[in-house]
């Protein structure tokens, strides 16, 4: 089959779309309000960009409530999402007000950031604390501001909890990342394999 995204003419039940993009990782984010207010929320269209300096980027479809405390205060948390935690990242990503604490809501301990003032998840197996770096608004090719906005941010900081790592390695096979399909669906990492970089 073959559909142009512009009508959308698919013909299927759903969207396939972010189906064919996964597994995409989960940006677990958590920002401070100048309010003093936590927010916390999942974001699937999330990823690294780089490591000289250490980059993330996450999108999000509108200035939510994340994206306007980190265009305000400069600062983001990312969580790592894990299968011991699913069920309260899901929570997370209710659509509550600006005044509300998901960290409370989710029923989540917070734990201090060392180099920002926004508070981690504390029973994650790892946090990247970052730093403003770009806010970008692309533009379609018919020359028009999306409503998509990337987020960029410069890792400052990483936790990991001492039981993650095994032989000198965050061992992803104790954390068990969650990530995200298409549709309503999710996926845990239970088993990993490697294959060396081949040489020319």
């Not at 948390?77 to 299968?83: G, L, Q």
């Not at 990247?128 to 400052?156: A, F, T, W, Y």
């Not at 298409?182 to 970089?197: H, P, R, S």
Request: with cysteine.
């Amino acid at each position: 089959m073959f559909y142009e995204t512009d009508g959308n003419q698919h013909n299927l039940a759903h969207d396939p779309f972010k189906a064919i993009i996964s597994p995409r990782p989960i940006g677990w984010i958590s920002t401070l309000s100048n309010d003093g207010v936590a927010n916390l929320a999942p974001y699937s269209f999330f990823n690294a960009i780089g490591e000289r300096p250490k980059m993330v980027v996450f999108g999000s479809v509108g200035i939510k409530d994340n994206a306007k405390n980190i265009q305000d205060t400069g600062e983001f948390i990312c969580n790592f999402a894990s299968d011991n935690l699913k069920e309260q990242m899901n929570l997370s990503a209710a659509d509550c007000p600006p005044d509300v604490d998901e960290f409370e809501y989710a029923s989540l301990s917070k734990a201090p950031g060392k180099l920002v003032k926004c508070p981690r998840v504390a029973g994650a197996y790892a946090a990247l604390e970052c730093k403003l770096v770009d806010v970008i608004n692309p533009l379609d090719i018919d020359g028009n501001r999306s409503e998509n906005h990337m987020i960029i941010g410069q890792v400052v900081g990483i936790h990991i909890v001492e039981e993650a790592i095994r032989d000198g390695r965050f061992d992803v096979t104790i954390a068990k990342p969650v990530s995200r399909l298409g549709y309503m669906d999710f996926a845990t990492v239970d088993e990993i394999y490697a294959m060396q970089l081949p040489k020319y």
